[in-house]
């Protein structure tokens, strides 16, 4: 069975940094595409970041790029989210995605993936 775990979330300042790391469990994050999505209150869910299996492109929103940071260590199952310089508008709910299939191509739509985590909290004060 696939598990997803995120942690990591919490309150910061504008300006400031955090560190999301996602636990998976039931297969290895080396075989599939991950990504990593957000949820703002009364919004849609977006992509934010993905990960291929192998050494390669990363991917990330037009709104992340350059401020966020996509990385895995295999060794450990964990997918993490480096998020810098962080905005207001960068408060949501932040979850850990994994595909079927080790393909990204690119961030991708939430129905491209299969399994989820329970979501970790962001909020950034101005």
């Known amino acids: 069975q696939v598990q997803l775990v995120e942690s990591g979330g919490g309150a910061v300042q504008a300006g400031g940094s955090l560190r999301l790391s996602c636990a998976a469990s039931?297969?290895?994050?080396?075989?599939?595409?991950m990504g990593w999505f957000r949820q703002a209150s009364g919004k849609e869910r977006e992509g934010v970041a993905a990960?291929?299996?192998?050494?390669?492109?990363?991917y990330y929103s037009d709104t992340v790029k350059g401020r966020f940071t996509i990385s895995k260590d295999n060794a450990k199952n964990t997918v993490y989210l480096q998020m810098d310089s962080l905005k207001p508008e960068d408060t949501a709910m932040y979850f850990c995605?994994?595909?079927?299939?080790?393909?990204?191509?690119?961030?991708?739509?939430?129905?491209?993936?299969?399994?989820w985590g329970q979501g970790t909290q962001v909020t950034v004060s101005s």
């Open positions: 990960i291929p299996p192998s050494l390669g492109a990363t």
């Open positions: 995605a994994a595909k079927r299939a080790s393909f990204c191509g690119g961030v991708g739509e939430e129905y491209d993936y299969s399994y």
């Open positions: 039931g297969y290895t994050p080396s075989d599939r595409c």
